[in-house]
């Protein structure tokens, strides 16, 4: 995995892991606490009557679980000290299911002096085995 | 059903209660799993201190669903629409950390209501981990 650095320029691009989405791993994201009765719990996420109940078509996957994966890649593009300053923005554009195969892609759109450091602003994105977008954001930090 | 009946429903008219969650290494275990993101930084200790808690963990126990006085009537569930985050502290494994919300806007788009919430995790220590803001919609069944 490349780090942005101060010669990172405008328009470089940066792709993460490709991570698929097992019901398993749904339902210890979405499921609640492993050691808890009942587990998994019941919910939009992790039942299909649940969620057709709510007038979903689909069980879908919480979008906080592939945002942890845009995290992932922001933790290694900025270094990990972007937990203590970062920021991003997320709009969830599409359903993600179950078993889907999401990869995470990112570009740099702007870079400014800041102190003594640099600041990026990044495009970033969640696609599918399909290449569609299934989620779309920005991030900050300085490195 | 109106739209001020659903608004009360999902913002709370007495507002939310707080929620307090312990992460012990086996629940922060549970969601790199879910994530796919086994980082030495979430396992080994570090800075003569804890491991850190996974991003991921932090921003799926704070969906407003946690609140001990969240509740949905049957057939409707709060839909993710959209997501700001402001990362202020690593959490370290180990810690009690305590989740707050407070509704900060509220907006229609294509005959449906959003509503803004914004949540703010501190740490036992009280210092401040992260801070989120949720757009969200209800989905309801034809009941």
Not at chain 1, 60 to 82: A, H, R
Not at chain 2, 13 to 33: H, I, K, R, S
Not at chain 2, 80 to 99: D, I, S
Request: hydrophobic share 35%; proline share 3%.
């Amino acid at each position: 995995m490349r780090k942005l650095t101060p010669d990172t320029k405008i328009g470089d691009e940066f792709t993460g892991k490709r991570k698929t989405i097992s019901e398993a791993r749904v339902f210890a994201f979405s499921g609640g606490r492993m050691n808890a009765a009942g587990w998994p719990a019941k919910n939009i996420h992790t039942d299909l009557e649940f969620a057709r109940s709510c007038g979903l078509q689909t069980r879908s996957v919480s979008g906080t679980q592939y945002m942890g994966y845009l995290i992932e890649l922001m933790v290694d593009l900025f270094g990990e000290n972007w937990l203590s300053h970062g920021k991003m923005d997320l709009k969830f554009v599409a359903i993600v299911d179950v078993e889907d195969s999401l990869m995470t892609k990112a570009v740099v759109t702007s870079k400014e002096l800041e102190g003594s450091g640099t600041r990026f602003v990044l495009d970033m994105w969640c696609e599918n085995q399909h290449g569609n977008k299934v989620a779309v954001g920005t991030a900050m930090g300085c490195i | 059903m109106s739209e001020r009946k659903e608004k009360s429903q999902f913002s709370g008219e007495d507002g939310f209660e707080p929620f307090a969650f312990q992460v012990t290494p086996e629940l922060n275990e549970q969601y790199l799993y879910a994530v796919q993101d086994y980082h030495p930084r979430y396992l080994e200790e570090r800075d003569s201190g804890s491991p850190w808690v996974h991003p991921g963990l932090l921003l799926n126990q704070s969906n407003l669903t946690r609140s001990p006085s969240f509740g949905l009537k049957a057939g409707m569930a709060g839909v993710h629409a959209k997501e700001e985050v402001e990362f202020l502290n690593p959490g370290r494994v180990g810690k009690q950390f305590r989740v707050t919300w407070k509704v900060v806007e509220e907006y229609e788009k294509r005959d449906k209501l959003y509503t803004v919430i914004e949540a703010l995790i501190v740490d036992e220590d009280g210092r401040e981990i992260l801070r989120r803001r949720t757009h969200g919609v209800i989905a309801k069944g034809q009941k």
